[in-house]
């Protein structure tokens, strides 16, 4: 069993930035896809963005249009931890963030991720 554990939220200003971690543990999870999402308030959880294994250590991100050149993901397997870097928020960034592991098929779809986090609070204020 995989348990993920999200860490970093809080209240931003809009324009400022926040840096979220996700620590795995359980077992390593090298080769699986692990990734972000977000849920706002009566809205769906949506995809922010994940990485997938490219060999050796080397990970491939990929971003959902709304955060590319805000948002950067990175990964360290041998610590088993995912990190995201949240730049030049919004107010619509707004919402419970997500850590998700273990993704086949469609990446961006959060049924298709096995392991979820707990979720962890950003709220920006414009």
């Known amino acids: 069993q995989v348990q993920l554990v999200e860490s970093g939220g809080g209240l931003v200003q809009a324009g400022g930035s926040l840096r979220l971690s996700c620590v795995a543990s359980g077992r390593t999870l090298i080769s699986v896809a692990m990734g972000w999402f977000r849920q706002a308030p009566g809205l769906e959880r949506e995809f922010v963005g994940t990485t997938r294994w490219a060999g050796g250590t080397t990970y491939i991100a990929y971003y959902a249009s709304s955060v590319k050149g805000r948002f950067t993901i990175s990964r360290d397997s041998a610590k088993n931890t995912l990190d995201l870097q949240m730049n030049s928020l919004k107010a619509e960034d707004t919402g419970v963030y997500f850590c998700?592991?273990?993704?086949?098929?469609?990446?961006?779809?959060?049924?298709?991720?096995?392991?979820w986090g707990q979720g962890i609070q950003v709220t920006v204020q414009s």
């Open positions: 998700a592991a273990e993704a086949s098929g469609r990446y961006e779809a959060p049924s298709e991720y096995a392991y």
